[in-house]
């Protein structure tokens, strides 16, 4: 099958929101980092958003005097006690849930037979799928970029040439890659690879003039904006 465009999604804040407080669920990475590295940290939401679980758990290690590579050794098993985290506390309480217009348009561009349909996101990839099947959404991705596959996040994108003729048998051009986040950071990802940029409104702290300001193909406050149809070809121009 050959795709003519693949969507990526960035998943927080984007396709899914926090529901309930924030404190339990962010409190994770202190715990983590503590049990995995026993190291004392402090997690800030505001400075992190939008930036991917490696550079971030590097970002908060760096100075206690631990080396890169003891750092990346022990990487997984910080992810992993970031997982039973989260599924402990989904015992407790509701931890997220869809948001509705992105979900309507990712369950849309999954029916297309010529649309690719990802994730391009900060959480490592165990985290991610746990996100998405807690969430219900994993059947309408078929392809992923993830936050322990790079340092940063526009290193992240340009994964996706190499990964895509890996994984979905294709290379595709940049004009043909459609990055769809709530962040700054997603759209400077979108414009390293010179892929089309569509911001969103829906994620936490930040505003929407400050994302107009990165100057993305499309800021929206809706995924199911009548622009954002026409893009896709799902409805007439």
Do not use: C
Not at 21 to 50: E, F, S
Not at 80 to 102: C, F, G, N, T, W
């Amino acid at each position: 099958m050959t795709y003519n465009k693949l969507a990526l999604f960035d998943i927080d804040g984007t396709l899914i929101a926090h529901a309930g407080a924030l404190t339990p669920a962010l409190n994770r990475y202190q715990m983590a980092i503590k049990a995995t590295y026993g190291i004392d940290t402090i997690y800030n939401l505001k400075k992190y958003n939008g930036s991917i679980e490696r550079a971030i758990a590097w970002d908060l290690l760096k100075d206690s005097g631990i080396s890169r590579d003891a750092f990346l050794e022990k990487f997984p098993m910080y992810v992993e006690h970031l997982r039973e985290s989260l599924m402990e506390l989904s015992q407790k309480q509701p931890l997220y849930v869809p948001i509705p217009d992105a979900v309507t348009l990712a369950e849309k561009l999954s029916q297309k037979k010529d649309t690719a349909v990802g994730v391009i996101t900060g959480n490592a990839k165990r985290i991610a799928e746990w996100k998405l099947v807690y969430t219900g959404l994993t059947p309408y991705f078929s392809f992923g970029l993830y936050g322990d596959e790079a340092d940063d996040r526009n290193e992240l994108a340009k994964l996706v040439f190499e990964k895509s003729k890996k994984e979905l048998h294709q290379t595709f051009a940049p004009k043909d890659i459609i990055v769809i986040g709530d962040t700054i950071h997603d759209i400077r990802a979108g414009k390293a690879i010179g892929a089309t940029t569509i911001a969103v409104t829906t994620g936490l702290h930040v505003a929407k003039n400050v994302l107009a300001h990165e100057q993305p193909d499309f800021l929206v406050d809706t995924l199911l904006d009548n622009a954002i149809l026409t893009l896709f070809g799902l409805v007439e121009a």
